[in-house]
């Protein structure tokens, strides 16, 4: 692996940017590999580089039936928060952020992290009283949060309309200022780069159409439309296709699929500070820095597999953006489009083992997965290698719906859904 | 935007109507019997299928009653409404590969 420097760049500036190496390669699948990750996503490629890194195990393949880094990992709005309610979840996503603080350097790769402040607008009573709760509870887990008024949300976000005539005024907001966003595809090429580096083979426009097992019921292999591949021990990383697949090992678990739509407008001069999110009234929005505006919509009603989602869900975004941004009301939308995000009853994720030996999960991370893919990464590393889960994600099993002791993010309402 | 067959009203928009979830899902008579597992089964466990899918909507916005479709989530066509109480229609098998496509 060529290692990134300024020398290099320098170098490769004056041969034009002609020589730069393949970053990594196009491996062809191998008979039988230590672990199969199903999926070359950014929480696949992640996991494969802390098998790799961490743990030793190099004889890994991670298998896609698209192109790497070609479902939700570049389908998103690359929001980084740890600013949930619950201690498990807060200590979880906060676990990523560190990761993505020194992501770039780890991986020799500019993800573009940036710190730029993730600023969750309250419209009601209600939102003042939850986003209140929701500050002291991540003080005292540790996580940074803080409540502005609406006077402080509009100096951190000038473009912040706070006028008294909206429908939805602005109350206040709870701002986590090392929240922010990062390069999405930077990172699953970043997780690629150094994974290949260690040996592990991306193997990509291989679809998995079955998994085999054993007599005693255990993980034997998969297949592939590329042939069968033997392993022990694997991975299922495949978001809004986790029912599909686990469904070919014959577990059926707690989740459904539903389009999430995002989208993009022209681009436009540096105008936009941050990330702001309204729960409410349902927007995400912030500045590429390309110069578009990256906006979040909601999710479509049903479940589908379309990866398209209702014009109205965008609309109704639109709605509530040119009311926080009036400014914004004459931008054009260049692009829409919409991912399939694996949604739990309690709207936090499965990372653990599952009922048949050998085959582990990495799914539910619903319409906010991005933010945590290193953090992810790494703890499904752990619980593929130990056979059990790392102490942090030790409550996101499968049996938590049994034993009723769900993460409840969904009723704390940390998040849009 | 969907264009939903309701058995009652005809081809009504999609915002006429919300979504009631997987169809099928029936209570146990007596849920003190079921075991943990089988319960829950029936509050967290769903299908998910790529493909046809049975599923409860109800015309919140017209007549107001529930009834039961069946959907393709590849390509979010409505293969059938019926009504509720009334048994899934005998749909046209797909060709079974619906699953893995």
């Known amino acids: 692996m060529t290692r990134y420097s300024i ?19 196009s491996a062809e699948p191998k008979a039988a590999y230590d672990v199969v990750i199903v999926g070359a996503g950014g929480h696949g490629l992640a996991t494969a580089y802390y098998l790799a890194k961490e743990h030793g195990i190099t004889n890994v393949a991670v298998l896609e039936k698209g192109w790497l880094g070609g479902g939700n990992t570049g389908r998103n709005t690359t929001i980084i928060r740890s600013n ?8 979880l996503y906060d676990h990523a952020v560190k990761l993505w603080e020194r992501l770039s350097q780890e991986l020799n790769y500019n993800v573009m992290y940036s710190p730029r402040g993730v600023m969750m607008l309250a419209h009601t009573i209600h939102d003042v009283q939850v986003f209140k709760r929701h500050v002291h509870a991540n003080r005292l887990a540790g996580v940074d949060n803080e409540w502005l008024t609406p006077q402080q949300a509009k100096a951190f976000c000038p473009p912040l309309n706070i006028g008294a005539g909206m429908r939805y005024p602005v109350l206040g907001a709870a701002l986590q200022r090392r929240g922010g966003t990062a390069r999405h595809d930077a990172v699953a090429w970043g997780y690629a780069r150094g994974a290949d580096a260690r040996g592990v083979d991306i193997i990509e426009n291989c679809e998995v159409i079955g998994i085999r097992r054993d007599a005693a019921g255990a993980v034997a292999g998969l297949e592939t439309t590329r042939g069968p591949v033997r ?38 001069k540096p105008v936009f500070p941050c990330v702001v999110m309204s729960n409410t009234i349902h927007a995400y929005i912030s500045q590429s820095d390309r110069g578009e505006l990256v906006i979040g919509a909601g999710t479509d009603a049903y479940i589908s597999y379309s990866q398209r989602g209702g014009l109205h869900i965008a609309q109704h975004t639109l709605d509530a953006i040119c009311e926080l941004f009036p400014q914004f009301r004459r931008l054009r939308m260049l692009r829409n489009w919409g991912g399939i995000v694996d949604v739990t009853p309690d709207r936090s994720p499965i990372l653990a083992r599952t009922p048949v030996p050998g085959l582990y999960v990495n799914c539910g991370w619903g319409t906010g997965g991005f933010k945590a893919t290193p953090g992810s990464g790494q703890l499904f590393a752990w619980t593929i290698v130990k056979d059990e889960p790392h102490p942090i994600n030790a409550p996101f099993t499968i049996e938590r719906f049994r034993d009723g002791v769900l993460i409840d993010e969904a009723a704390a309402a940390a998040v849009a859904h | 935007m969907l264009l939903i067959p309701c058995p009652y009203c005809g081809p009504r928009p999609e915002l006429e109507f919300r979504y009631a979830g997987e169809a099928h899902i029936a209570r146990a008579e007596d849920p003190s019997l079921l075991d943990d597992e089988a319960w829950t089964a029936y509050l967290y466990v769903r299908s998910n299928p790529k493909g046809p899918h049975s599923e409860r909507w109800q015309h919140v916005h017209g007549c107001g009653r529930f009834f039961n479709a069946v959907r393709d989530t590849t390509s979010d066509a409505f293969a059938a409404t019926y009504r509720i109480g009334t048994p899934k229609p005998d749909l046209p098998k797909p060709d079974g590969k619906t699953e893995a496509s």
């Open chain 1, 84 to 91: 949930y309610l619950f201690d498990e979840s807060a200590a």
């Open chain 1, 7 to 25: 020398a290099t760049l320098v170098r490769n500036a004056f041969l034009d940017h002609e020589n730069w190496p393949r970053v990594w390669r």
């Open chain 1, 231 to 268: 392993a022990r021990k694997v991975g299922v990383v495949a978001a809004g296709h986790t029912s599909v697949l686990m469904h070919m090992a014959g577990v059926r678990l707690p989740l459904e699929s539903y389009p999430l739509q995002a989208l993009v407008s022209e681009p436009v």
